[in-house]
């Protein structure tokens, strides 16, 4: 399926690897020309190499930590505007609520809540100028299934929700569209380090993990790929009726209220 993507210029968060660096993939594949951001350069320009090389697009990568709000407004303001923002960046701790002290919860926030609310201020009222855009938050399923092991990245993520819902039942008369993605578990570095924290949470051991793994879906976590291709579906005039919508690719564990 053509998903009418090429030509046109994406903006990804936390774009050096895992899901963000498998959204970039996709739509260098579609043909869409990157801005790429995270605070790891080597490993965004190393990323940026390859997608110019495999696809003929045009790539550009900024290094920028969202968690600093002066360097957030300057960044936002100096940037290309896109006709696609994706959220991706995030590295809320795991752990229950005696686990999370006030500094590690304020900061996990800091770059997912916060820095995707103002990087989406700053560039929504841009698209809104411009007359178009399509926004992307990739959240995450433990907004919808309360997570107490995951407390605070659980709470960040329900409100995230309401801001992709909220923000994008009215978007579209700006011609606007908002929308969320919640994966439940991918197989990153990132999933293998909560995963470790709930496994001592649960059973004091974070060797155990794995057991943890054993109890997903098809005995599996979702691959990075596969929330990748939803991200850019969603982004594409192929869903040009959708705003204001969280969908969910956990392979039903939210549904099964597990």
């Not at 590295?91 to 995707?116: N, S, T």
Request: aromatic letters at 6%.
């Amino acid at each position: 399926m053509d998903l009418h993507l090429r030509g046109k210029r994406a903006l990804i968060t936390g774009a050096s690897r895992g899901i963000g660096a498998a959204i970039a993939e996709v739509l260098a594949e579609e043909g869409c020309d990157l801005d790429l951001v995270a605070r790891g350069g080597a490993e965004l320009d190393k990323l940026a190499f390859r997608l110019r090389s495999d696809h003929g697009v045009d790539v550009s990568t900024h290094v920028v930590d969202l968690r600093q709000g002066d360097d957030l407004d300057r960044f936002a303001a100096a940037v290309p505007v896109p006709d696609v923002l994706v959220n991706n960046a995030g590295d809320i701790p795991g752990g229950p609520l005696a686990a999370v002290d006030e500094q590690a919860w304020r900061h996990g926030w800091e770059l997912k809540v916060f820095g995707y609310i103002n990087l989406t201020r700053h560039l929504y009222a841009r698209m809104k100028e411009r007359g178009h855009g399509v926004i992307v938050n990739n959240i995450g399923a433990s907004g919808e299934g309360y997570d107490a092991n995951y407390i605070a990245g659980s709470t960040g993520n329900a409100a995230l929700m309401t801001f992709t819902k909220a923000l994008g039942g009215h978007s579209l008369r700006d011609g606007i569209r908002v929308v969320g993605v919640n994966p439940g578990p991918v197989a990153t570095e990132r999933i293998l380090t909560l995963m470790k924290a709930q496994a001592r949470a649960r059973f004091g051991d974070e060797s155990r993990h794995a057991e943890l793994a054993a109890m997903f879906p098809l005995g599996r976590a979702a691959g990075p790929r596969e929330v990748a291709d939803l991200v850019a579906f969603l982004a594409s005039d192929r869903s040009a009726y959708t705003t204001g919508a969280v969908f969910t690719i956990d392979g039903g564990v939210s549904a099964a209220g597990l």
